[in-house]
């Protein structure tokens, strides 16, 4: 089937489905227990699913059982919409092999089941998937018919569309691709470069969308490669790709800010630019926050931002993420509304879609969380929180750094620079660019120092409350970790004697034995007085303001020799950045 017309306005259902729309992240059904070290978030494990190139029908029905709980709570609490992964195993080709034909009649049978589950609570579908997705079937086949790789996800699309009806819409990331390590039938890698590119994906597959009635969401959220790396903040590219589009299938999906779901952030001007349906996306299971290990509360972060877009006509609804995203040991793997293992997760989704959907205020919001969890002293609960956000925002963030904004070539910097999931970053060279960064690195400390004090009085409170047990150890462990941190702020911005550094390197091992979900902190060495890098020569990378400076487009367009230094520094600090995600190397293409 063609498509070559992109309609500006058409009587349909998804008109009507597209007045509100509150979707959270189906993710955590899907993650049964595992053995491995570290545990990528990101999407669903399906290679961790199958044996011997089949689900089998035990891990099917296993799946059904957890989906079925899972949507029965979120919907409870007000979501109407479900998020899951992914197109690429919705739709059947005769060109695949018998095997992964096998493997996908097995996936095909187990959506039919999800989807009907989630039809009969009245719960909309949106599929997750990259632009654009491959494997050898898929490489020999567009090698032999001469086919593009867009024409082969126009059929996709429709494929899928017409084999489930049930399916309300797709969610499209273009910025992003998959990790080094995933392992799968199909595997995603970044293919869209240039707006040019992209706007014309969308006027080459709206259309299907429209003629189905189904929505296409599109996720801005970019990483800096390639030169539509910047869509998450620049308003040049943004106009470029869609200034021309006005399809009413069309959503477009933003996170908050101009980085990742971290603190610190301002709203992501661009919501107020284009008329464009928009949604927000928010995360409540925070990835850079300790994955759900301990509180990180975001009622009155998400307050705020709520409260400026409360009279954009073009908001209309959210996007939330409460399990997907990031990279961890085994005992972060707290799976939200399953498994009884996610209290601060849950506190997050529930008060985000009370504080959207209902235009609740956080008090009223956690009001009826305690209501509902039999905790009888909301006052004294939100008192914690209160010092939950102290903590955060003073024990895990340097605020002094987080409050600056720091861009490398296309991309914003994330706020959490010494932390990144569950490693602390302690290579001396990275340290010593903390220090030049720092202006006052004695208020770090002093920073780390009240956060302490903040857990502390949390603990106390969580006893008031006779908050459960698991509860209480969360706390305690927050409270072990960040006092390690204060210690490890310590020897990164004083000068530590060797018998100091001894004792930090054994209580950090004692630390590591203790509890199954520590961070990693890596061998401690002492650090030099003298510099590792120049401090005049940070300038010719970091910028401080979004706008491009002359030296970045020259850097942007001939990239090797800043390319070969981060090459050269990876190899040098053994960066797990090196090897987790798509890698450092990617950004400077």
Same mark, same amino acid.
Not at 14 to 35: E, K, M, Q
Not at 413 to 442: A, E, K, Y
Not at 465 to 483: H, P
Not at 521 to 532: F, K, S, T, V
């Given at each position: #089937? ?58 099917? /029905? ?63 579908? &949106? ?26 996800? !126009? ?19 273009? @910025? ?36 189905? /009635? ?10 800096? %490669? ?27 999906? #933003? ?5 990742? &779901? ?12 284009? =008329? ?13 926050? @300790? #994955?759900?290990?301990?509180? =990180? ?22 996007? %939330?993420?409460? /399990? ?18 996610? &209290? ?33 002293? *909301? ?48 290579? *001396?060279?990275?340290?010593? #660019? ?5 202006? !006052?690195? /004695?208020?770090?400390?002093?920073? =780390? ?21 698991? %509860? ?66 940070? @300038? ?50």
């Amino acid at each position: #089937m063609v498509y070559v017309k992109i309609t500006t306005c058409y009587t349909c259902r998804v008109n009507r489905t597209t007045t509100h729309l509150h979707i959270i992240d189906a993710l955590g059904p899907f993650c049964l227990p595992r053995d491995d070290d570290i545990i990528n978030w990101s999407k669903v494990p399906f290679s961790h699913l199958e044996q011997n190139s089949r689900l089998s029908t035990t891990t099917r /029905q296993r799946i059904v059982e957890r989906f079925k709980i899972y949507i029965t709570r979120v919907h409870a609490i007000g979501y109407d919409s479900i998020s899951v992964d992914d197109l690429a195993h919705l739709a059947d080709f005769p060109f695949y092999t018998d095997q992964t034909r096998q493997l996908l009649d097995d996936y095909r049978h187990l959506y039919k089941q999800l989807f009907a589950l989630a039809k009969a609570q009245h719960i909309r579908i &949106f599929i997750n998937t990259d632009y654009a997705f491959y494997n050898s079937e898929i490489a020999t086949h567009l090698n032999e018919t001469g086919h593009s790789t867009e024409e082969f996800f !126009q059929k996709v699309i429709d494929k899928a569309l017409h084999d489930f009806p049930e399916i309300d819409g797709i969610i499209l990331r273009i @910025g992003e691709h998959d990790g080094k390590d995933v392992s799968s039938t199909f595997k995603s890698h970044i293919k869209l470069q240039t707006p040019r590119q992209a706007r014309r994906l969308l006027r080459t597959i709206l259309p299907i969308f429209e003629a189905h /009635q189904k929505l296409l969401v599109f996720r801005t959220w970019t990483v800096g %490669v390639y030169k539509i790396g910047d869509l998450i903040w620049n308003k040049r590219t943004f106009d470029a790709i869609f200034s021309s589009i006005t399809s009413e299938a069309l959503i477009i999906s #933003m996170k908050f800010g101009d980085t990742d &779901f971290m603190r610190y952030l301002t709203l992501n001007p661009l919501f107020f630019h284009s =008329s464009h349906k928009k949604i927000i996306e928010l995360q409540t299971r925070r990835e850079w926050e @300790g #994955m759900g290990t301990y509180p =990180s509360f975001v009622g009155w972060e998400y307050e705020q931002y709520i409260e400026k877009l409360k009279n954009t006509a073009s908001i209309i609804g959210i996007h %939330v993420w409460c /399990q997907t995203g990031g990279w961890a040991k085994k005992g972060w793997s707290n799976v939200t509304y399953l498994d009884e293992s996610s &209290f601060w997760n849950e506190l997050n989704t529930e008060v985000t879609i009370a504080i959207f959907k209902d235009k609740r205020d956080v008090k009223t919001a956690v009001e009826i969380f305690c209501a509902h969890r039999s905790i009888a002293n *909301p006052k004294k609960f939100l008192e914690l929180l209160r010092l939950s956000d102290t903590a955060i925002k003073k024990g895990l963030y340097i605020p002094e750094l987080a409050e600056r904004c720091f861009y490398l070539r296309r991309t914003r910097l994330p706020t959490l620079l010494w932390l990144s999931w569950d490693i602390v970053t302690t290579q *001396p060279s990275m340290i010593h #660019m903390l220090r030049l960064l720092l202006r !006052q690195p /004695q208020d770090a400390i002093a920073a =780390s120092e009240e956060a302490i004090r903040a857990v502390s009085d949390m603990s106390l409170l969580a006893k008031q409350l006779k908050l459960s047990k698991d %509860v209480q150890a969360s706390l305690q462990f927050q409270y072990d970790t960040f006092y390690l941190f204060l210690r490890l702020r310590r020897y990164m911005f004083n000068h530590a004697t060797p018998q100091e550094l001894h004792i930090l390197q054994s209580d950090v091992a004692h630390y590591t034995a203790m509890y199954p979900q520590h961070y990693t902190i890596a061998h401690l060495r002492p650090l030099r007085r003298g510099q590792y890098i120049p401090k005049q020569s940070l @300038g010719l990378f970091l910028r401080t303001v979004a706008p491009y400076r002359k030296r970045d487009r020259i850097a942007l367009s001939t990239s090797v020799l800043q390319r070969s230094l981060v090459r050269y520094y990876l190899r040098r600090s053994r960066s797990h950045l090196a090897h987790q995600s798509m890698g450092l190397d990617i950004l400077f293409e």
